[in-house]
T-cell receptor, first 110, second 114 residues
Framework: RKEVEQDPGPFNVPEGATVAFNCTYS??????FFWYRQDCRKEPKLLMS???SGNEDGRFTAQLNRASQYISLLIRDSKLSDSATYLC???????????FGQGTTLQVKP | DAMVIQNPRYQVTQFGKPVTLSCSQT?????MYWYQQKSSQAPKLLFH???????NEADTPDNFQSRRPNTSFCFLDIRSPGLGDAAMYLC?????????????FGPGTRLTVT
């Protein structure tokens, strides 16, 4: 079993749609959780850190369920510019090492 | 302003010819990382430094070496590149803030091996 698992997609959605990505992780000792965005042939960029209480940043909402070891990212009112790969990232225990999911590809179409 | 800088952005080397990739940071972060990323795959951690303390991943080939002469700079040396080493090489930095390590990536060096 992979340490961090994501549905690779692709998710093809129309502009304005709401889309949700899910991610599960296997190490119950993990303390920090993130969503990164990666555009084609570019570096990953931190989108959001995910906190226990859940957090929202504009159209993006991240949630964490420690009991189920599950993280989600919700994107509302999708824009064409949201098209990218979204990486679910979890730290290894309480260290600075990050474990990356394989990424979920989102394609927003006009 | 760029905070994690990688040079060069594109590197072409010949099979077996040593190559060095460089990374510098203006964030004064104590942790630096090197990742290898191939097409449609997640970044794969090669090694990382906590300050000068070097941590090698168990499956990182011996062909890959690293140096960190000071806080700001880190180098990736590939001693004898093979065709399978063609990839994007990403440098990242982090420091512990409020109990978590958020990593910030440089733009990457795309390595081609001919």
């Amino acid at each position: 079993r992979k340490e961090v698992e994501q549905d690779p997609g692709p998710f093809n959605v129309p502009e304005g749609a709401t889309v949700a990505f899910n991610c599960t992780y296997s190490n119950s000792a993990s303390q920090s959780f993130f969503w990164y965005r990666q555009d084609c042939r570019k570096e990953p960029k931190l989108l959001m850190s995910v906190y226990s209480s859940g957090n929202e940043d504009g159209r993006f909402t991240a949630q964490l369920n420690r009991a189920s070891q599950y993280i989600s990212l919700l994107i509302r009112d999708s824009k064409l510019s949201d098209s990218a790969t979204y990486l679910c990232v979890v730290n290894q225990g309480n260290t600075g090492k990050l474990i990356f999911g394989q990424g979920t590809t989102l394609q927003v179409k006009p | 302003d760029a905070m994690v800088i990688q040079n060069p952005r594109y590197q072409v080397t010949q099979f077996g010819k040593p190559v060095t990739l460089s990374c510098s940071q203006t964030l004064n972060h104590n942790v630096m990382y090197w990742y290898q990323q191939k097409s449609s795959q997640a970044p794969k951690l090669l090694f990382h430094y906590y300050d000068k303390d070097f941590n090698n991943e168990a499956d990182t080939p011996d062909n890959f070496q690293s140096r960190r002469p000071n806080t700001s700079f880190c180098f990736l040396d590939i001693r004898s590149p093979g065709l399978g080493d063609a990839a994007m090489y990403l440098c990242a930095t982090s420091t512990r803030t409020s109990g978590i390590y958020e990593q910030y990536f440089g733009p990457g060096t795309r390595l081609t091996v001919t």
